[in-house]
């Protein structure tokens, strides 16, 4: 507070006093004034820069397009001494396409806004700003093939954009309600239909044939490892679905923009491992330079509540190198993408800080970092990009700093469709049991059995997460995708000679999930429950013949197993 008053004296920690010249000014930038003492605030004159003025904010009052000119500057991007002005854009679009697409911005957004925020629940708040800007990108980096694209397919991509820029954010009944309330009334020709739980969102655009097409067209084919490989690398198998196909493309949109890109939602969907599977395919997408895919590689960083400033920089200088003069890049001339798991798990402190994630941002927006041996002097990081993922904000969990949060690309994973679970368990399964050769030609019985399996285990996940909800006595009644993976996993780790019968596959059926659901359970009235409504959902699925015969419980084991000695 002296350096503010007349006085304009700074007290070090040694003791010493320094005089500041009449020609020096201080000036702050806060988010906000929650940690400023009143004798700061006496002493500094305050200016409130309101959100609504510049680029709107989410959830507050009405909305005259005060968003236009942040949008208007990137579509109208134009070329100067090779630099595109405004710096970041990544592309100068033709006068035409930028006027279309202006004049639809100005038609729609402030509807969407409206709309957005009064009836959705928007599960990571973040500013209009942000959201146009990612909707931009999306655009750009799908007109790179098409320069001069028809009326038409700019409509479409002013939609698509649009809609995930913003529903991007929405939970998958928001979504729908996104698509019944804002979208279909504005846009006759979007495609879904909500009775069917479709919507824009699970179609894509055919860029040459100028046509929504549907995701399920693009979801490749899985082929089975065989059983070794399921056996012992059971948690690296990736099942493409319509979720992991849509947002691979999303990512690639970011990716080939130099864009960050950020996953979140719940426990168990999958974020990580199609982020990983997404950054380990790269190299082979034709969007990319043949010249540098081989250079491409990336490397993850898990954080957690004891990730501090100091580890995480010391991670990111251990995986790059001098390059020339204060330029540091990758080893080895590599591109590097630098992917941050749990990016919202850093300790928050006493003031509300994520000191943490204040260094990641500084990395991600100035791509620098400042020395720790030699104070004052910073060093320039390039041929870097980054990713990240994160838990949905809310119930106990952090959500990040909005600084950081707005150099991302942000999409939410919600859980996946009962019809995408059937695929991601049912084609392992199936696989397994209708398999030919000496690790298969399983009898018919067990064959109609395993095909049920998974409809049987996720009527009966739907039905403990509905009975057995989290209390301060049972807060770890917490159920998930992982538990349906275990499941499977048991089953699949199970070898070929154990299966006379299909009582057999039934019994190590209940067997596992005895152990995924009923070990979980610290109350007796609890186990009751679970050993009657095992037996009734054996009973819907399978009949009341096999219920009978396998009604008693059967308890499994590999280390009976005699040694294979070679």
């Not at 799908?142 to 700019?154: A, H, I, Q, R």
């Not at 991670?315 to 591109?335: A, I, M």
Request: glycine share 6%.
């Amino acid at each position: 507070n002296t350096v503010l008053d007349d006085n304009k004296l700074l007290t070090l920690a040694s003791g010493d006093r320094l005089n500041m010249t009449d020609n020096m000014k201080v000036c702050f930038e806060p988010e906000n004034l929650n940690n400023a003492s009143p004798a700061t605030v006496s002493r500094a004159g305050i200016v409130y820069v309101s959100d609504a003025e510049l680029a709107g904010g989410l959830g507050r009052g009405e909305y005259k397009l005060p968003w236009i000119p942040v949008i208007k500057a990137k579509l109208y991007a134009r070329r100067t001494d090779e630099r595109i002005i405004p710096a970041g854009s990544p592309l100068v679009l033709a006068k035409e396409t930028s006027d279309q697409l202006m004049a639809l911005y100005e038609k729609h957004v402030d509807n969407c806004l409206k709309f957005y925020t009064k009836q959705c629940i928007v599960l990571m708040p973040t500013m209009c700003a942000h959201q146009l800007i990612n909707s931009y990108f999306l655009i750009v980096s799908m007109l790179d093939n098409e320069p001069t694209p028809t009326k038409s397919l700019l409509e479409k991509l002013f939609w698509f954009a649009l809609s995930w820029s913003f529903g991007g954010l929405l939970g998958g009944e928001d979504r729908i309600k996104f698509q019944d309330g804002f979208i279909k009334p504005n846009y006759k020709q979007a495609p879904g239909n909500t009775e069917n739980m479709e919507s824009i969102f699970e179609y894509r655009i055919d860029m040459k044939a100028d046509k929504w097409e549907h995701w399920n067209e693009s979801v490749a084919k899985w082929s089975y490892p065989g059983d070794e490989k399921i056996a012992q690398d059971f948690s690296t198998l990736f099942i493409p679905t319509l979720d992991s196909t849509r947002l691979n493309f999303l990512m690639l949109q970011n990716f080939v923009n130099k864009r960050p890109f950020l996953l979140m939602g719940g426990s168990g969907t999958a974020k990580t491992v199609t982020i990983e599977n997404f950054l380990l395919d790269i190299g082979n997408s034709d969007r990319i330079d043949p010249e540098e895919r081989e250079l491409m590689s990336f490397k993850k960083i898990n954080f957690s509540f004891m990730t501090s400033p100091g580890l995480f920089q010391t991670s990111l200088q251990d995986c790059v190198e001098k390059r020339q003069g204060k330029y540091y890049g990758p080893k080895r001339n590599k591109k590097l993408t630098l992917f941050i798991d749990d990016t919202a798990m850093p300790e928050i402190n006493e003031w509300g800080d994520q000191i943490t994630n204040e260094i990641v941002r500084q990395v991600v927006e100035e791509e620098r970092l400042y020395s720790l041996d030699r104070p004052g002097e910073s060093f320039h990081l390039v041929d870097m990009r980054y990713a990240g993922a994160m838990s949905t904000p809310g119930g106990g969990k952090n959500d990040i700093p909005n600084r950081l949060k707005r150099h991302f690309a942000i999409f939410n994973t919600p859980l996946p469709a009962e019809s995408s679970l059937n695929r991601i368990f049912g084609v392992i399964l199936k696989s397994r049991f209708h398999q030919t050769g000496p690790t298969g030609n399983y009898p018919q019985g067990v064959k109609d059995v395993a095909d049920e399996l998974t409809r049987m285990s996720i009527a009966f996940w739907n039905k403990i997460q509905a009975k057995m909800l989290p209390t301060p006595q049972k807060f770890h009644y917490n159920f998930n995708l992982r538990d349906l993976t275990n499941i499977v996993q048991g089953i699949c780790k199970t070898e070929r000679q154990i299966f006379d019968d299909e009582t057999v596959l039934v019994n190590l059926w209940k067997h596992e999930c005895c152990r995924v659901f009923s070990d979980r359970f610290n109350t007796n009235d609890d186990k009751a429950w679970y050993d009657k409504n095992v037996n009734v959902v054996v009973a819907e699925h399978l009949g009341d013949q096999i219920m009978q015969q396998c009604e008693q419980p059967t308890y499994w084991a590999d280390f009976q197993r005699d040694a294979e000695c070679e």
